[in-house]
């Protein structure tokens, strides 16, 4: 347990720094082409920042961008909760419930229906007092 968090075993700290640390590693990469091809320019009294290229390169940048930022984090998102839904279904069928004798079903279903039975007895009383009085106030009047 030395110095990781959580008392987590050392390999797995280690591994997580590993991944923090390429992922700054791999979004420094993906950054270098911007310092590259973009220049400040003053338009209209301001300074701003701009990239000139043709049009081929311009649709070559964005599909570049279009890749990076959206379709391969998409396809990284997708293979990770392919592999989380794939483990889960693995380990529950892997995992026995219990079985449940006919007795305990048998209870089950008759304290299911003394419950409804309960409950609709007490409703229907509460609407027969309920019209009843309102009768009963009907005839007063």
Known sequence: MSGSCGGDPPLQGRKARWLVASA??????FSIP??????????????????????????LYITLVAAS?????????????????????TKSRLMSYPKLSKSSIADSK???CIAWLYLYVTINKEIMERISWNIARQEVK
């Not at 700054?24 to 990469?29: D, F, H, I, T």
């Not at 911007?34 to 290229?53: A, R, T």
Request: charged share 15%; glycine share 4%; hydrophobic share 50%.
């Open 69 to 89: 930022l959206f379709f391969l984090p998409a396809l990284i998102i997708a293979a990770c909760y392919t592999v989380i839904v794939y483990t889960i279904w």
């Open 34 to 59: 911007s310092v590259f091809l973009s220049s400040k320019e003053e338009v209209k009294g301001m300074s701003q920042c701009w990239i000139d290229l043709d049009p081929w390169q311009w649709q």
């Open 24 to 29: 700054w590693g791999v979004s420094a990469v």
């Open 110 to 112: 008759k304290s299911k």
